[in-house]
Each structure stands twice: as C-alpha cells, then as structure tokens.
C-alpha cells in the first residue's frame, strides 16, 4: 500500500486548507485513516481519524476547526482545516491502518504565518 498526502503550503491565520492523503496498491477493508502532525521539537500527535463505518474522532485542539472526510471509493481521506493558527504548524502525516499493518505517508508541511 502507498500512502501519499497533498494540499500542504503557507496559509495566514485564520485561513483555510484542505489536505488530500490517497491510499493506493492492495487496499483492504476494514480500514481506518489517521491524520497526524508533528511540529518542530515535538512529538507527533493524532488530529482526527476516520474509520470505515464513519466514525470519526479529533484532537480537543483542532474540535470545530477540522473536519475529517473520505472518498470511500476513491481510498481519499481529506482534511479540511479552518481558522488556522500558527500553532497548527506542522507537518501533517497520513496513515493507513488494515488490522494491524500501517502504512504511513511522507507527509506535508502546513504552515501558518502572516
């Protein structure tokens, strides 16, 4: 499986961005999808995760602000983020989780700053 997120970039406070993490090759069902972010000298934390029932959870940080969505038959998860804050910056990871196998993106820099 091949995990790749896009839509990362510079956005100013209190703008908007959407990400894009696309799961490829052998995609098996049940699956669930995990953003995650890491920013510079922490560790990385989870934002919001979708399963295949449509469950959804978030990080009480991004509650309100984030929305977790997917394309189930497109194996997309989105993560459309509003009222950003520079303490949103990060690199923000992706990760496809089958039982117990993961499969993790590269990751995309987000970064918000006037």
């Known amino acids: 499986v091949q995990v790749v997120e896009s839509g990362g970039g510079l956005v100013q406070p209190t703008g908007s961005l959407r990400l894009s993490c696309v799961a490829s090759?052998?995609?098996?069902?049940?699956?669930?999808m995990t953003w995650y972010r890491q920013a510079p000298g922490k560790q990385r934390e989870l934002v919001a995760s979708?399963?295949?029932?449509?469950?959804?959870t978030y990080a009480d940080s991004v509650k309100g602000r984030f929305t977790i969505s997917r394309d189930y038959a497109e194996n997309t998860v989105y993560l459309q983020m509003s009222s950003l804050k520079p303490d949103d910056t990060a690199v923000y990871y992706c990760?496809?989780?089958?039982?117990?196998?993961?499969?993790w993106g590269q990751g995309t820099q987000v970064t918000v700053s006037s």
């Open positions: 090759g052998t995609v098996l069902s049940p699956y669930t």
């Open positions: 990760k496809y989780a089958h039982r117990t196998t993961d499969y």
């Open positions: 979708t399963t295949s029932g449509g469950l959804t």
